[in-house]
């Protein structure tokens, strides 16, 4: 069982900043890709940003420059520094790892936290 826990999200005025952070624990080997994804009312889930465990990162053309993805290998932890938000950036956002669960396994596996709501308000 692997578990990711999220923390984090909150209202916001327009132009401020909010640190997301995801705990992966469990029966956890190696972590491969661990990313963010957000989903707004009535929208399909979405990619905002990704970071492989060499720290090779990749962004959504709506929140480079904005957005930084971050983790720590030690700790199983991926952070996002959400700055300068908008209204738009409202919505759920999500956790996924991708992750090896022993030395035997053959594949990695994606799993997703609970989700932790941003609200962004004008």
């Known amino acids: 069982q692997v578990q990711l826990v999220e923390s984090g999200g909150g209202l916001v005025q327009a132009g401020g900043s909010l640190r997301l952070s995801c705990a992966a624990s469990?029966?956890?080997?190696?972590?491969?890709?661990m990313g963010w994804y957000r989903q707004a009312p009535g929208k399909q889930r979405e990619l905002v940003a990704a970071?492989?465990?060499?720290?090779?990162?990749n962004y959504a053309d709506s929140v480079k420059g904005r957005f930084t993805i971050s983790r720590d290998n030690a700790k199983n932890t991926v952070y996002l520094q959400l700055n300068s938000l908008k209204p738009e950036d409202t919505a759920v956002y999500y956790c996924?790892?991708?992750?090896?669960?022993?030395?035997?396994?053959?594949?990695?596996?994606?799993?997703w936290g609970q989700g932790t709501q941003v609200t962004v308000s004008p």
């Open positions: 469990g029966s956890i080997f190696s972590i491969g890709v």
């Open positions: 996924n790892a991708q992750v090896r669960p022993t030395y035997y396994s053959a594949a990695y596996s994606p799993h």
């Open positions: 970071i492989t465990s060499g720290g090779s990162t």
